[in-house]
């Protein structure tokens, strides 16, 4: 039996941008998935696909 367990309201993701890996975390709201990205240091393609990925908008 699967169960529909209710989303939690915000989730993050970690991702690791430039040389360095420096951690750019994506936050977004579940029900909106509205979202923003805090100290994204570069990698402006990378970003744009994890962003993409989570299925995120802005």
């Known amino acids: 039996m699967t169960e529909n367990k209710p989303q939690p309201p915000m989730r993050a993701a970690i991702m690791p941008v430039t040389p360095l890996q420096q951690n750019c ?4 709201c579940t029900k ?26 802005a």
Do not use: H
């Open 25 to 28: 975390s994506l936050i977004w």
């Open 32 to 57: 909106t998935m509205k979202g923003a990205l805090t100290d994204p240091g570069g990698d402006l393609e990378k970003l744009k696909a994890g962003v993409e990925k989570a299925g995120v908008v």
